[in-house]
């Protein structure tokens, strides 16, 4: 059979391709053997975390690959103030497992817009 086909012997559609998920392969505990990408891990992150906050995360401020999946800090809006600079922020690390989904999280720091680390 010729490379370019599927395994049913079909071509695959043109402008198509097998994505992570498609070609990701269980082990024995029904776990993925491929790591899912940084970029979708941290859409996984947000995603979630805003189903369980019901607060849409403004971003990620840092995603980092662990021995089990992920680990994301996301920043929320808590508190909307006028002006903005003045609104709480909050700072929530999230857990996922190998194949994105939310195994914990925990507010790790609030702090208002405006406010910038000073660090050493």
Same mark, same amino acid.
Do not use: C, N
């Given at each position: =059979?010729?490379?370019?086909?599927?395994?049913?012997?079909?071509?695959?559609? $043109?402008?198509?391709?097998?994505?992570?998920?498609?070609?990701? *392969?269980?082990?024995?505990?029904? #776990? %993925? %053997? +491929?790591?899912?990408?940084?970029?979708? /891990?941290?859409?996984? /992150?947000? +995603? +979630?975390? $805003?189903?369980?906050?019901? $607060?849409?995360?403004?971003?990620? %401020?840092?995603?980092?690959?662990?021995?089990?999946?992920?680990?994301?800090? *996301?920043?929320?809006?808590?508190?909307?103030?006028?002006?903005? @600079?003045?609104?709480? =922020?909050? %700072? !929530?690390? *999230? @857990?996922?497992?190998?194949?994105?989904?939310?195994? /914990?999280?925990?507010?790790? #720091?609030? !702090?208002?817009?405006? +406010?910038?680390?000073?660090?050493?």
């Amino acid at each position: =059979m010729p490379a370019d086909r599927d395994d049913d012997g079909a071509r695959p559609r $043109k402008g198509t391709h097998r994505g992570a998920e498609e070609s990701r *392969v269980r082990d024995e505990r029904g #776990r %993925s %053997s +491929q790591r899912l990408s940084a970029p979708r /891990a941290m859409l996984s /992150a947000m +995603q +979630q975390l $805003k189903e369980l906050l019901g $607060k849409a995360p403004e971003s990620v %401020s840092a995603v980092r690959p662990t021995e089990d999946g992920w680990e994301a800090e *996301v920043e929320v809006l808590e508190i909307e103030r006028i002006p903005e @600079t003045t609104s709480v =922020m909050a %700072s !929530y690390r *999230v @857990t996922l497992d190998a194949d994105g989904e939310l195994m /914990a999280y925990e507010r790790i #720091r609030r !702090y208002t817009r405006a +406010q910038v680390d000073r660090r050493g």
